[in-house]
């Protein structure tokens, strides 16, 4: 076995005078630029922390604490829950014909928002319908003084003020025998920014009578409900009633054949528009099959017509054309189960 070979060791290099003193150099320069550099830069550390900590502390400060963020806003008072139920009342005996009702309640009312423009107008359109126009002409001049007025009641209280002045001025004008003018059709002037009576559910928009095939009449109607309203069409109920004249001058039901249909199946309102229904009325003396002289009912005339729209059994808005017919031949108010 051979030995192993042994090697000199690495001859250390001498360290001159020279060197040891560039190196102390060198080393008292960098001490001297890392002071120099924390003299500098170590206020601006701190100004910097400063400002960071300031709008964190600040934020803390005014952020809400979990109470805050779930507190509800508060309820309403025991006076604005009142007038809330006084108007909801009002409008719903104005909407079922019951005027006399809806004036008391808008009296009440008026005592505790004194002056308020939409019940100011509520007020003078009950008191057009209980015929006491020159009272409620005082009360649209007064609606229309106030200031600030919402575009929209302003345009309906300049139009109603308007009616009833030239209705008004006919009236003073007409001999004493003779009735005062009424309005077109029934039923179309009570109501809100969405078209529909104040508090119903359902309203008709539009309704037009028009020639349809020969030997008959077609009534159109448009059915609009409330926006964001569940309605339940098993609950909607709409009757549609067509009078006749008879020869010695009586206005009467009609025996003529009526038959109607929605237009565009299924109705279900879920779109926010108005669903149509049309309903043809065969007239009295078109000699047709189903007509009232073919139901023995020779003689009559065509005269208008009147049409209700319930819903829970509760009547939401109407049409009478000629107007004098929803005087003379009132809806009912409410439907008996069963819809009858």
Do not use: C
């Not at 308007?162 to 209705?167: K, M, P, T």
């Not at 009586?250 to 025996?255: A, R, S």
């Amino acid at each position: 076995m051979s030995k192993p070979t042994a090697y000199p060791p690495i001859p250390r290099q001498p360290i001159g005078a020279t060197f040891v003193v560039a190196i102390s150099l060198l080393g008292t320069l960098a001490i001297i630029q890392l002071l120099a550099a924390a003299w500098h830069y170590i206020p601006l550390m701190r100004q910097q922390v400063a400002r960071t900590a300031e709008p964190q502390a600040t934020s803390q400060e005014v952020a809400p604490t979990p109470a805050q963020q779930t507190q509800q806003p508060p309820a309403p008072s025991a006076e604005i829950r009142k007038a809330q139920k006084l108007l909801a009342d009002a409008d719903r005996s104005s909407r079922v014909g019951d005027f006399e009702a809806a004036l008391k309640t808008l009296e009440e009312l008026g005592k505790l928002l004194p002056g308020d423009p939409s019940v100011l107008l509520r007020k003078a359109l009950v008191l057009e319908r209980l015929d006491q126009s020159a009272q409620a002409i005082a009360v649209l001049e007064e609606i229309l003084k106030y200031p600030g007025l919402p575009p929209e009641i302003r345009s309906q209280a300049q139009a109603k003020l308007d009616g009833l002045a030239q209705a008004l001025a006919s009236t003073e004008n007409a001999p004493r025998d003779v009735a005062p003018p009424l309005p077109d059709s029934a039923g179309a002037d009570i109501r809100d920014d969405v078209g529909l009576q104040p508090g119903a559910s359902l309203g008709i928009v539009d309704a037009r009578l028009r020639e349809g095939k020969p030997g008959t009449k077609a009534l159109r109607l448009a059915v609009k409900s409330r926006p964001a309203s569940s309605i339940n069409v098993q609950d909607v109920k709409i009757h549609v009633y067509f009078y006749e004249q008879s020869e010695d001058g009586e206005v009467v039901l009609t025996e003529s054949k009526v038959i109607s249909q929605w237009l565009s199946p299924p109705v279900d309102w879920t779109a926010n528009e108005p669903e149509l229904l049309e309903v043809q009325y065969t007239l009295p003396d078109s000699g047709l099959p189903g007509s009232a002289a073919a139901n023995g009912a020779p003689g009559r005339k065509h005269f208008g017509y009147i049409v209700g729209i319930y819903y829970n059994n509760e009547l939401q808005d109407f049409r009478a054309d000629p107007a004098s017919l929803a005087k003379d031949f009132p809806l009912q108010l409410y439907l008996k189960e069963g819809g009858e």
